[in-house]
């Protein structure tokens, strides 16, 4: 349980490229494929997200002891709830434009993937500085995923940026707006490129240095998804497969292992 | 009766839950890889949505609302899920082991699947009376049954199918969702039409 000592920089270096919440761990896709249909509203999902982190994180690793073992996923849904309604009334007095706009992804931020798996994770193990750090990181990652998803697909579907219309990209331009970029579709196509650059990218990254520093558990995520297997089922390596064993299902999910490679082979 | 089957066919086809509202993404790739183990999730799905939006609906309508306690919507929906998920277990494990065995597994992780979650909130939103929302609920879990049912077949051609080595696994996967999302355009007119 006793966790390596690293460096704070590291702790929030990670969550922005190498260890991403969303190209990389896919963790969090519903609403990364739902709001970023234009860019500020990429960002206004990606600052409360981050908000959300970061005091789930604090109160979670603050509370990491009194916690009792068997209960702790209930007691860190409830903690991230109330963070949830917190941002919720704020986004409802001063922002409620956005607040409309986003919709049902404000209450829907309390089953994001990304909160529960660095509680679980991280901030369930770490005293409170890192915890912080590392909640900073890994929100700053996720808004930025979403400024790039948003700001690629509103300059291509609808041929602004940040509302401020692109003359070359507007109708008569020299090319038309492509509306399905910002319809549900083009979520998914966009947000399958960008993880395949992003695979294309860190392996190039790989070969150039390895960085020495390695946590166990996020390579076994990452192996997982480049099996495309379970783990993009909300952190089943982590949250999912712990919350399993602890629940008995061990035999079960072997089986469902083994119906799966045996499904590829 | 008319209402009810608009609502109910609308959330399946129209404004169906995975493929156009973005809600179950995680479970909607995670397990589409064969067929059995994508219907034992929808059918795991189907169930709590019923279930939780029946709950739900008298605690908010009759306990939040009349209190002004709406803030507590998001925390209270949550714990009632959460229960919710976990009395279902225990009864399946108890009472049914044939049905525990093929189902338990998706329980657990069906708590933190937002499409649960979305379907009680929407149910609010829309201000559906208890019977619209059951119907709401069960058109969102026989949506999401049948876009899992239409990629997983989707997912074993595409598995075998000759494509770079960048773009195997998830982003492949993600762009043939995009395809299948835009057949369900298709769709659009055709509850106007239906009951008109």
């Known amino acids: 349980m006793a966790p390596k000592k690293r460096s704070l920089s590291y702790e929030f270096s990670k969550g922005l490229v190498r260890e991403n919440p969303v190209l990389r761990l896919l963790l969090g896709t519903c609403p990364t494929l739902a709001v970023t249909t234009s860019t500020k509203n990429g960002i206004g999902m990606g600052l409360a997200a981050t908000f959300v982190l970061l005091g789930s994180n604090l109160i979670i690793s603050l509370l990491r002891k009194s916690i009792p073992d068997k209960v702790r996923i209930p007691a860190f849904i409830t903690v991230i709830a109330g963070f949830v309604s917190i941002v919720q009334m704020l986004m409802q007095a001063y922002l409620p434009e956005l607040n409309k706009s986003l919709g049902i992804f404000i209450p829907l931020i309390t089953v994001n993937c990304i909160i529960l798996a660095r509680a679980e994770m991280f901030a369930s193990k770490n005293a409170v500085l890192p915890s912080v750090v590392d909640g900073l990181g890994m929100g700053v990652g996720f808004t930025a995923a979403l400024f790039l998803m948003g700001a690629i697909r509103e300059i291509l579907g609808n041929g602004t940026f940040l509302d401020i219309p692109l003359p070359a990209l507007q109708a008569g331009g020299w090319i038309d707006p492509m509306i399905i970029m910002i319809l549900p579709p083009g979520g998914f196509f966009v947000f399958g490129i960008l993880i395949a650059l992003a695979n294309k990218l860190s392996e190039q990254l790989d070969k150039k240095k390895d960085t020495g520093v390695k946590d166990p558990l996020v390579d076994e995520c990452v192996g997982a998804i480049n099996e495309a297997s379970a783990c993009a089922l909300c952190g089943a390596c982590s949250v999912g497969t712990k919350f399993r064993e602890t629940h008995g299902f061990k035999d079960e999910t072997d089986d469902a292992a083994q119906d799966q490679k045996g499904d590829k082979s | ?196």
């Open chain 2, 1 to 196: 009766m008319k209402e009810l089957l608009i609502i109910l066919f609308s959330a399946i086809l129209v404004d169906n839950f995975v493929l156009s509202r973005f809600l179950g993404i995680c479970p909607f790739l995670g397990v589409s890889k064969n067929v059995k183990t994508a219907m034992g999730m929808s059918m795991a799905v189907i169930v709590v949505m019923v279930f939780a939006s029946a709950l739900t609906w008298p605690v908010q309508n009759f306990i939040l609302y009349p209190r002004n306690l709406g803030y507590l919507q998001t925390g209270v929906f949550i714990v009632i899920i959460a229960s919710l998920v976990q009395i279902i277990e225990t009864f399946l494990k108890k009472s049914i082991p044939a049905l525990y065995r093929s189902l338990g597994i998706f329980l657990p992780l069906i708590t933190t699947n937002c499409a649960v979650l979305g379907v009680t909130i929407l149910n609010v939103d829309n201000q559906y009376t208890f019977v619209q929302s059951i119907s709401h609920a069960a058109g969102a879990g026989l949506g999401f049954m049948l876009a899992l049912f239409l990629f997983s077949g989707v997912r074993t051609k595409v598995d075998r199918a000759d494509v770079p080595k960048f773009m195997k696994g998830l982003p492949i996967t993600l762009v043939s969702a995009g395809l299948v999302s835009i057949s369900f355009f298709g769709f659009k007119g055709l509850i106007e039409k239906l009951f008109s």
